[in-house]
């Protein structure tokens, strides 16, 4: 055999190694370390006696929605690129889903999406790329739209400096 037939033999083989493993949805990079109650080492876990209902992560955020032994809900939120935290009372909503609130900005977690709103405008709409919870009805996606605060933001924990996943 020629090795210009070995080259291409070998390129045919590595090209469908690479399209199994695309068509198999291998992700990009592993999903951040979790358990039953939320993200490790992040401000997206509930602490017990609270219990876990729903906790997800977008492509910038990480959220877990708690539930205390008495069955009030909390949203606590962390944008992984700056480590910024929210952590607020929730509701659970009639399609499955839970909504916190922090001056006049709604926080809705689904199986599919974090929407971030103001009134009836979406400010950001991120799609769920890894969910562990109920499955909700999905959601409408809008136009992400960039916001930033002010406020000065404390340390971000060792899970949510950078974006990196551990």
Known sequence: MSSFALYTARASVVAAACWALFALGVPAAADPSTDALGFVDSTARCAPPDTAVAFGSTTTSRVAICKSSSGKYEYRGVRTSDGAKLIVPATASSDG???????????TVTSSSL???QGNQVIRSEPMVY???????PTPAAAPTPTTS???????L???VGGQEH
């Open 131 to 137: 969910f562990y919870g109920a499955q909700t009805t």
């Open 115 to 117: 929407v971030v709103s």
């Open 158 to 160: 060792p899970a949510e």
């Open 150 to 156: 002010a406020a000065p933001l404390p340390p971000p």
């Open 97 to 107: 889903g839970y909504v916190g609130e922090s001056d006049g900005i709604t926080y």
